[in-house]
């Protein structure tokens, strides 16, 4: 049977368990399991994203989807100005009161499980940042937008597999040494993803960094 989309997914999943009585289950629960597992353990060239940021105040939200910085830097007058991460507690340290300026610092906090960045010193006008991060893949849904994506278009086992071993702990009376088996499916695809991703990204080249943009590395020699 094909997988190829959202419907196909629930369809081979509900065939894989023989039952016909789990639709809610198979789309809120074992997909999305899968999808939150894979989001958390995956990171892969498909989940990059660079995104401007305007900083003109002391705290910005991340981007939706957001899960780790990869790069951050300021870009003014053809200039990089990279901003470097410290800890929460540093950066109140460094901050020198009321002091403002280009932020040279940034880090991560939350504010009633809403992430945000906080930059030091707090500037002083508006600068444009360039932030290069991992970013979540979409959940499948029934709209014609999301009814697939990477994951599902290249590795559909890791979707299948992964939604199997969850149903398992759903399900009673699943054979353990089944259980076993679909977690292993599901692990075996998940490092297939990863080792194509390093494949395809690097090959047998050289790695070689190349830019036409100036950046101003005084931050670090001066530290």
């Known amino acids: 049977m094909a997988i190829s989309t959202y419907t196909e997914l629930k369809a081979s999943i509900a065939n894989w368990l023989n039952r016909t009585d789990l639709t809610d289950e198979i789309a809120d629960d074992f997909i999305k399991l899968t999808e939150a597992d894979f989001n958390a353990k995956l990171r892969i060239r498909q989940m ?17 989807g957001f899960i780790s910085v990869r790069s951050f830097y300021i870009l003014s007058s053809s200039v990089k100005y990279p901003l470097e991460y410290i800890t929460p507690h540093n950066l109140f340290e460094i901050r020198g009161g009321s002091r403002s300026g280009r932020p040279r610092s940034y880090t991560l906090e939350a504010d009633n499980e809403t992430e945000q960045f906080r930059f030091g010193p707090s500037p002083d006008t508006t600068y444009t940042g360039y932030l290069s991060y991992y970013k979540n893949f979409e959940s499948l849904s029934s709209s014609s937008a999301n009814s697939s994506n990477y994951i599902l278009t290249n590795h559909p086992a890791i979707y299948l597999y992964g939604s199997l071993f969850h149903s398992s702990n759903f399900i009673g009376g699943i054979d353990a040494d089944q259980k076993q088996n679909w977690l ?16 395809d990204a690097y090959g047998g080249a050289p790695v070689t960094q190349r830019t036409d943009v100036q950046t101003d590395l005084s931050f670090y020699r001066n530290r």
């Open 48 to 64: 990059e994203q660079i995104d401007t940021v305007t900083i003109d105040s002391e705290t910005e939200t991340v981007p939706t």
């Open 184 to 199: 292993a499916m599901y692990m075996s695809a998940l490092e297939r993803c990863e080792q194509n991703d390093k494949q």
